[in-house]
T-cell receptor
Framework: AQSVTQLDSHVSVSEGTPVLLRCNYS??????LFWYVQHPNKGLQLLLK??????LVKGINGFEAEFKKSETSFHLTKPSAHMSDAAEYFC???????????FGKGTSLLVTP | ETGVTQTPRHLVMGMTNKKSLKCEQH?????MYWYKQSAKKPLELMFV???????ENNSVPSRFSPECPNSSHLFLHLHTLQPEDSALYLC?????????????????FGPGTRLTVL
């Protein structure tokens, strides 16, 4: 069975500094991995997606994530945080059978001036 | 309108009421999903439809009844809910599910319906 662990429930960074949101997964085969973002009172929006192509995936709004099989990690990074990046971020892994996406519990990103 | 829309955005209901949540997608997708998002818990998949056929019911209580009349519309009928059912209910759609049942397509989410059961 697949599962996702987001290692930090809250992350606080200053505007202009790098962002690192950590995610580890467990999967019995080569998974598909996603990062979604949810702004207050909004639905979830896809940031980026990994599906066994390049291990470094670039997404929207300057975010990127690197798939590291040896570490079973898929951390999300951004070189310079913007105030508008403040939101809830979800790491997601697809199941190897069935239709579900397994969501992590989310990391709340706070960006301070 | 574009994307995935949900109505109503907010709903307050008593435990004896019957109400319905509506989801509509304007993306030409064939798979639609209902998720429940409770505070401090991961998103929980409730139901999946692929080409109007229900393909997954994730052990959801019968007081939640989905309906998918066509590939663009998805409803969630609610009846005799409990206070613990209060949550954000999210609808999503994706292109379709593969023959192998694998789900690698991007899911597009609506803004959700914030449900409060009194």
């Amino acid at each position: 069975a697949q599962s996702v662990t987001q290692l930090d429930s809250h992350v606080s960074v200053s505007e202009g500094t790098p962002v690192l949101l950590r995610c580890n997964y467990s999967s019995s085969y080569s998974p598909s991995l996603f990062w979604y973002v949810q702004h207050p009172n909004k639905g979830l929006q896809l940031l980026l997606k990994y599906t066994s192509a390049a291990t470094l995936v670039k997404g929207i709004n300057g975010f990127e994530a690197e798939f590291k099989k040896s570490e079973t990690s898929f951390h999300l990074t951004k070189p310079s945080a913007h105030m508008s990046d403040a939101a809830e971020y979800f790491c997601v892994v697809s199941e190897d059978s069935g239709y579900a996406l397994n969501f992590g519990k989310g990391t709340s990103l706070l960006v301070t001036p | 309108e574009t994307g995935v829309t949900q109505t109503p955005r907010h709903l307050v209901m008593g435990m004896t009421n019957k109400k319905s949540l509506k989801c509509e997608q304007h993306l030409g997708h064939n798979a639609m999903y209902w998720y429940k998002q409770s505070a401090k818990k991961p998103l929980e998949l409730m139901f999946v439809y692929n080409f109007k056929e229900q393909t997954e019911n994730n052990s959801v209580p019968s007081r939640f009844s989905p309906e998918c009349p066509n590939s663009s519309h998805l409803f969630l009928h609610l009846h005799t809910l409990q206070p613990e059912d209060s949550a954000l209910y999210l609808c999503a759609s994706s292109q379709e599910l593969t023959a192998a049942g694998l789900n690698t397509d991007t899911q597009y989410f609506g803004p959700g319906t914030r449900l409060t059961v009194l």
